[in-house]
């Protein structure tokens, strides 16, 4: 071999030989990379159908949210209904309450009435059918109706 190649050729192909193993190094650099792209992506995928599934769950969360409002609306309007009631029921029991107790009043005073007014009875005919003219009569009487004795 010559000089010159010795000198050209040979340094040339060292230099051509770093070049495929710079050139092996940095492909097998891309494809580890590759993988680490891949992997992001799986990565990226899952997160976004995470991300899907958590918008769907929060979206029925509203959903529900608004359900209760509109039922708590409901409640609150049955509420307002239910005591505007319970207010004209009890006005109504305290109506009826003061005539029950004006009803009741008024029977025993006409309970106490007719007690008195049987009491002066039984002692007027007490003391009428001791007298001898009274007593013959409830005796003819006794004996024309014998239904009316033992009274």
């Excluded at 009043?105 to 106490?112: D, G, I, Q, S, V």
Aim: aromatic share 6%; glycine share 2%.
């Amino acid at each position: 071999m010559s000089l010159f190649a010795r000198f050209s050729v040979k340094p040339l192909l060292y230099v051509i030989a770093a070049q495929l193993l710079v050139i092996a190094g940095m492909g097998l650099a891309l494809h580890l990379k590759q993988a680490d792209v891949d992997v992001a992506n799986a990565a990226s995928e899952s997160a976004i159908a995470t991300r899907d599934a958590i918008a769907t769950e929060r979206d029925a969360w509203k959903s529900d949210a608004a359900r209760a409002l509109l039922a708590n609306e409901d409640y609150q309007d049955i509420t307002k209904l239910l005591q505007a009631e319970l207010k004209t029921c009890q006005g109504e029991a305290r109506v009826m309450g003061e005539k029950n107790r004006k009803a009741v009043a008024a029977a025993r005073a006409e309970a106490a009435d007719a007690d008195r007014t049987l009491k002066q009875f039984t002692s007027k005919f007490y003391t009428e059918s001791r007298k001898p003219t009274c007593a013959r009569a409830l005796q003819a009487m006794e004996a024309s109706c014998p239904a009316l004795s033992d009274y």
